[in-house]
T-cell receptor
Framework: DSGVTQTPKHLITATGQRVTLRCSPRSGDLSVYWYQQSLDQGLQFLIQYYNGEERAKGNILERFSAQQFPDLHSELNLSSLELGDSALYFCASSDPTDTQYFGPGTRLTVL | SQQGEEDPQALSIQEGENATMNCSYKTSINNLQWYRQNSGRGLVHLILIRSNEREKHSGRLRVTLDTSKKSSSLLITASRAADTASYFC?????????FGQGTELSVKP
């Protein structure tokens, strides 16, 4: 158990819909990262937040957005969902040694 | 797109044998991290090696880093069936991790 929690574990929805994925970092970690894992693209960095501020952006679609709240939990919002958005979405948090600890992931299926 | 390339893509060995996985990358890094993933599950952190380090050990794991060749290797000694998983290297570039495509390791009892 990494200490990073993610909800829900599984999400099944239809094309065009909007979903919210939630992540709580390890106690004391200020940074939160979001990654997407799909069969064709592999593991890809989406976005990083540090203490509520966006720190870095990767291959995140405009239909996706994220935020980190004052209690440091983070949410990833995915809208106008397409079949190709089906993937595992991971959240990670990092400690002062830069080690990133990953949550169990949310498996999103878009039908 | 992913920066890292891992070699081999798949590796099948017998219990007790050693397993070596290699990772190459293209740009400067702060550190390189190795992860294990059991089928469709979460990523488990194995080891972090900084750009100024050449070798690190953790239990049965040994990681080397050659920044001049932009490559790293992960050695698992005396493998066990429970080591069966996918192994990923990830280069830390300003905080974001760039992952390789992974090596699928199968350890047969």
């Amino acid at each position: 158990d990494s200490g990073v929690t993610q909800t829900p574990k599984h999400l099944i929805t239809a094309t065009g819909q909007r979903v919210t994925l939630r992540c709580s970092p390890r106690s004391g970690d200020l940074s939160v990262y979001w990654y997407q894992q799909s069969l064709d693209q592999g593991l890809q960095f989406l976005i990083q937040y540090y203490n509520g501020e966006e720190r870095a952006k990767g291959n995140i679609l405009e239909r996706f957005s994220a935020q980190q709240f004052p209690d440091l939990h983070s949410e990833l919002n995915l809208s106008s969902l397409e079949l190709g958005d089906s993937a595992l979405y991971f959240c990670a948090s990092s400690d002062p040694t830069d080690t990133q600890y990953f949550g169990p992931g949310t498996r999103l299926t878009v039908l | 797109s992913q920066q890292g390339e891992e070699d081999p893509q798949a590796l099948s060995i017998q219990e007790g044998e050693n397993a070596t996985m290699n990772c190459s990358y293209k740009t400067s890094i702060n550190n390189l991290q190795w992860y294990r993933q059991n089928s469709g599950r979460g990523l488990v952190h194995l080891i972090l090696i900084r750009s100024n380090e050449r070798e690190k050990h953790s239990g049965r794991l040994r990681v080397t880093l050659d920044t001049s060749k932009k490559s790293s290797s992960l050695l698992i000694t005396a493998s066990r069936a429970a080591d069966t998983a996918s192994y990923f290297c990830a280069t830390d570039q300003g905080g974001k991790l760039i992952f390789g495509q992974g090596t699928e390791l199968s350890v047969k009892p």
